[in-house]
């Protein structure tokens, strides 16, 4: 009987040491479906690194990014350049006709033109510029945009050349795109005014389509 009571007084004695050790050490992890911490704010730094957003892309909803194609205004040597007639005569005169010089973006890749080109009258193999450069007929500007293999096109109008005005042969047009220093030539061998002071046609802006 001794012997149990000492027992009982040893095990009493044992708990007692577990229950303070327990009240010493920190709360334990919680148990699944009890109380847990707060999540960590989310970062603001995009992925990847850096301080904002890359160049070239906006960011959309849902955090994907989408990339801003820009595209360069057509070079000389981005265009086939090449002459259509229109049927008929230009404003109801039979010294006047239309015709159109036809841009097309050979690059592989999408361009844009917006505005005049420059065109005038070359003869001779140095291709010699003959009389004044077409004048610009007043119009709207739109901006074209050619993709891979499109077409735009400007119109020209060309009054025949009189007596008076000592004509002479000429092989073609020279034609300066919008924007550009270099030029490009299409062969239409005619007649033109040789007198520098004088215009032998009109030109009206760049529009979409052939």
């Known amino acids: ?6 027992t009982m007084v040893v095990l009493t004695g044992l708990a007692g040491l577990m229950m303070s ?3 010493c050490a920190g ?19 995009p992925p990847g690194g850096g301080t904002g957003a890359g160049a070239g892309t906006k960011t959309g909803g849902g955090g994907h990014s989408t990339t801003t194609t820009t595209v ?12 259509a007639a229109v049927p008929g005569i230009y404003g109801g005169s039979a010294l006047r006709h239309a015709e159109r010089l036809i841009f097309t973006n050979v690059s592989g890749r999408s361009c844009f033109e917006q ?21 610009r007929d007043s119009a709207t ?3 074209v945009t050619l993709k891979a293999g499109g077409q735009a096109h400007a119109t ?40 520098t002071g004088q215009s032998d046609g009109h030109v009206e802006p760049i529009t979409p389509g052939a």
């Not at 009987?1 to 000492?6: A, F, G, I, Y």
């Not at 205004?73 to 981005?78: A, I, L």
């Open 1 to 6: 009987m001794r012997n149990v009571k000492r």
């Open 21 to 23: 050790a327990a009240a």
């Open 27 to 45: 709360p334990g992890p919680t148990a699944a479906g009890g109380p847990s911490a707060p999540a960590p704010a989310p970062s603001t730094a």
């Open 72 to 83: 360069a205004e057509c070079r000389t040597n981005d265009l086939e350049v090449s002459l």
């Open 115 to 135: 505005g005049y080109p420059g065109v005038s009258f070359v003869a001779g193999d140095n291709g010699t510029q003959v009389g004044r450069g077409f004048i």
């Open 141 to 143: 500007t739109p901006r």
């Open 156 to 195: 020209i109008v060309v009054t025949d050349a009189p007596n008076a005005c000592r004509p002479v042969q000429v092989r073609g047009f020279r034609v300066i795109p919008p924007d550009q220093s270099t030029s490009a030539f299409v062969r239409q061998p005619q007649d033109a005014c040789r007198d």
